[in-house]
C-alpha cells in the first residue's frame, strides 16, 4: 500500500514562492508517474504537474514557467517548487502516484494513490 504526504503549503502574498514536498512510501520508486492536482472550493480538481514513469513532464498552462516539479527517487519525494504565486492558485494541492496503464495524466479518476492534501493561500 503507498503513503503520501504532502507538507510545505502555507499562505503568501501575491508574487512569493512556495516548495511543496510529497513523501511517498510503500513502492511508488521511480518507475512510476507522480505528480500535483489541486482543488479549488467550488472547482473541480485539475492537473498541476505531472512526472511521468517514462520521464515525461507535463504542466497545466496555468502553472507553466512558473511551477517546476522534481523527484528525488533516493528519498521517494517529489517536489512542486511554485514561483511567482497569483491569488489563483489558491487551493488544496494534492500529492498522486501511479497512473494507471492507458491512463490521461490529466485525469484525476486515472491516479491509483492520493495524499491528503496541503493548502496553499495566496493573498492579493
Known amino acids: 500500500q503507498v503513503s503520501l504526504v504532502e507538507s510545505g503549503g502555507g499562505s503568501v502574498q501575491a508574487g512569493g514562492s512556495l516548495r511543496l514536498s510529497c513523501a511517498a512510501s510503500g513502492g511508488t520508486g521511480s518507475t512510476s508517474s507522480v505528480g500535483w492536482f489541486r482543488q479549488a472550493p467550488g472547482n473541480e480538481r485539475e492537473a498541476v504537474a505531472i512526472n511521468t514513469a517514462g520521464g515525461t513532464t507535463y504542466y497545466a498552462d496555468s502553472v507553466k514557467g512558473r511551477f517546476t516539479i522534481s523527484r528525488d527517487n533516493f528519498k521517494n519525494t517529489v517536489y512542486l517548487q511554485m514561483v511567482s504565486l497569483k491569488p489563483e492558485d489558491t487551493a488544496m494541492y494534492y500529492c498522486?502516484?501511479?497512473?494507471?496503464?492507458?491512463?490521461?495524466?490529466?485525469?484525476?479518476?486515472?491516479?491509483?494513490?492520493w495524499g491528503q492534501g496541503t493548502q496553499v493561500t495566496v493573498a492579493s
Open positions: 498522486v502516484a501511479v497512473l494507471r496503464d492507458g491512463g490521461t495524466w490529466s485525469r484525476p479518476a486515472d491516479f491509483h494513490y
